[in-house]
């Protein structure tokens, strides 16, 4: 697999008080032929995380044509799981309402956060998205006692299947973490089954973080992309690929993934959180470069 890298689509740029900078963790979803609406992440002054929106249209060289004029998910109230932010997650439609699942997180003192999965619904009156609840929808656990975080989700097999983010430990410094996939099951999409097993582990030399999967199925083959951190001398992200016949055992193929970082420019010192979606018989992929999306994200077009 190799990907050509197109051009930088969005970063947010002190436009107006929780849009100053970012454009992280984008996730499509098509409104017309052409143009399809980007939830990303953008922070504020103080770091807190907001989910937001562009229109982007992809006939017309993949131009921002429409930025949300409000916060489409901001943060908690403080002392609530989502106080220091919201961090776009995934999108799905459940029984014809769509629901966001997105990183809530805290800034926390003995560790440097606390991360769990909330939910907004949308109200198909409004048209807005609003909080399922004050508590987390997934929240730390017996099976995952430290943090978690981004879900993918698939409706398979008459199921819901999130593939997640778990800490296995937290230490003195960030890099003590070991960040792996976990596995969970759902009948309503709301309330979770967890199997504790390790789905996608640790492989390279020094590496300590695999971040936000994104799972697709074609045909009877499952495909992940996703964020790997550290591998001998490379210290930053890179975006890794595995493989599986039943979404379940997984064979991490990362030398696969095709698409490494830039020479130069917003991109060049790490790429992360991948987004992959077919759109007129090619395979695109929005992803993040420097900063954990500090720069915004770019889009990138399968060749082979």
Known sequence: MKWRKIKHVFGADNNNEWMVTHGGNPFAEQLTEDVYRVYCTTRDKNNRSFIIYVDVDFADDF????????PVISPGEPG???????VMGYLLNVNGKKHIYYLAWNLKVTVPWLNTIGLAI??????????FSRVPMMDRSNEDPFTISYPSILFDKGKYRMWYGS???WGKIQDDMDHIFKYAESDDAIHWHRTNKIHVGLEHPNEYALSKPFVRKTGDL?????????????TTYRIGYAESNDGDTWVRKDDQAGIDVSDSGWDSEMICYPFVMDHKGKRYMLYNGNGYGKTGFGV?????
């Open 63 to 70: 131009k921002v044509i429409n930025v949300s004029e409000k």
């Open 222 to 234: 499952y495909q992940m992309w996703y964020s790997y951190r550290a591998n001998g001398d490379i």
């Open 300 to 304: 990138a077009v399968l060749e082979n």
């Open 80 to 86: 609530l799981y989502d106080d220091s932010g919201a």
């Open 122 to 131: 949308q109200n198909e009156a409004t048209g807005d998205f609003e909080k």
């Open 167 to 169: 800490n296995l430990k």
